[in-house]
């Protein structure tokens, strides 16, 4: 039987390939210290998992509406308000279930065949493969480790050519952290404008932003903005709600219409339980979000500490999200566990043989000059993966 083509230029996501293997050794009896999860390791906060099971009780088990429920999205609505002084009405906002899922409405809606869509490097693995998967063109935007992983308004105006339709942007960053400012986002917003180009913001990391950073929505940053973003945003991370697979977008309702088409005809919405969750989770569980960002800037610093006294590895400082993404290109050419190593690829399935540390290879996001160490792991299983990786790599 022949596929369609269109999957022929598409990869399983590399970040699920590593975590079967690690899981696949885990359970062979091989103590792996797992640092390739992209998710939370705290639970869902009580109240969002109280208000899911009262839903089933109470028989909320049937469709919803295919944007998602009215309460939910009034929810999203009044937190883009409160948050970032957008002014969204129910209309514009659509819940689906998870970001991934917001993000290929939102790409399927905005960009076809003769589309380029500009996607800063590194990059979250879904973004060049759903832009394929919708026909267009990924083109990849150097985001320079230099300028701290982050795209200056002169490298898009540059980037910009006859065919480019839109730009993904990501802040906080997976898998660098990086975050802009409010003025480097008005920056790239009024570059953006200026060549009438849509934008993409991947916002679902916000609540995970460290050293007293505040975050700002790039569409928060005039009319002109709003006007051509698509906000996508998640309760996964913020939340640890990744199975309840619930994420949302807002945006101008033109774009936020064609959206809901495409998932009229796809997912539908999320599950009816799974939405009654979430909007208790934005409603109620603010604190939970606080605690849990707190933990993670104290292992945010503790690993920018260890991983600073590696000799080889250079890291820039993760503004936000849980992830490091350190430089390993010194120690290409070197042997780890008797293999030599040239390529991040090969760091990461050394170090998985070596030290029984599983890490994303960088070329996953784009650069094979890196690998992604996600620090969603309790300190002491942190502690011991980093010492792991120095007595590996010494
Ligand atoms: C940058 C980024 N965007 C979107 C998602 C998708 O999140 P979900 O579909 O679980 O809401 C992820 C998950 O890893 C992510 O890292």
């Given at each position: 039987m022949k596929l369609a083509e269109r999957i022929g230029g598409i990869e399983l996501s590399p970040t699920f390939r590593i975590n079967a293997t690690a899981r696949r050794m885990a359970a062979s009896g091989v103590d792996v210290v797992d640092f390739s999860v992209g998710e939370p390791d705290f639970p869902t906060p009580d109240r969002a998992k109280a208000a899911g099971k009262a839903a089933i009780d109470r028989n909320f088990t049937r469709y919803t509406a295919n944007e998602g429920t009215l309460e939910l999205r009034q929810a999203i609505a009044a937190k883009l308000e409160q948050e970032q002084g957008l002014s969204y009405g129910p209309e514009q906002v659509l819940v689906s279930p998870g970001a991934k899922a917001s993000l290929y409405c939102a790409v399927m809606a905005l960009f076809g065949p003769e589309d380029e869509v500009l996607v800063p490097v590194p990059y979250w693995v879904s973004y060049p493969e759903q832009i394929r998967l919708a026909g267009a063109k990924p083109v990849p935007l150097e985001a320079r480790e230099a300028d701290g992983f982050k795209i200056k308004p002169h490298d898009l105006d540059a980037a910009i050519g006859r065919q480019t339709r839109g730009i993904i942007l990501n802040?906080?960053?997976?898998?660098?952290?990086a975050c802009y400012t409010k003025d480097e986002l008005k920056a790239l917003a009024d570059v953006a404008a200026e060549h009438d180009i849509a934008i993409i913001a991947d916002e679902i990391y916000e609540k995970l932003l460290y050293d007293g950073r505040t975050f700002t929505s790039i569409a928060a940053t005039g009319p002109a903005a709003a006007g051509r973003t698509v906000v996508v945003n998640g309760m996964s991370k913020a939340f640890a709600m990744t199975g309840w697979r619930l994420g949302y977008a807002a945006g101008p309702k033109k774009i936020l219409d064609a959206m809901a088409k495409v998932q009229s005809h796809t997912t539908s919405h999320p599950t009816s339980i799974s939405q009654v969750a979430g909007e208790i989770a934005l409603r109620e569980c603010a604190a939970d979000v606080s605690r849990m960002a707190a933990e993670f800037a104290r292992r945010r610093d503790a690993i920018v500490s260890w991983l600073a006294k590696i000799p080889g590895l250079t890291c820039v400082k993760p503004a936000g999200a849980f992830y490091a993404f350190p430089n390993v290109s010194k120690l290409f050419g070197r042997a780890i566990g008797g293999n030599v190593v040239q390529s991040g690829q090969d760091v990461a399935e050394a170090l998985l043989a070596a030290a029984r540390v599983a890490v994303v290879p960088g070329e996953a996001f784009g650069s094979g000059s890196h690998v992604r160490i996600s620090f969603s792991c309790s300190m002491e299983r942190l502690e011991e993966g980093m010492r792991r990786i120095a007595q590996a790599v010494s």
């Open positions: 802040y906080p960053s997976n898998p660098t952290g």
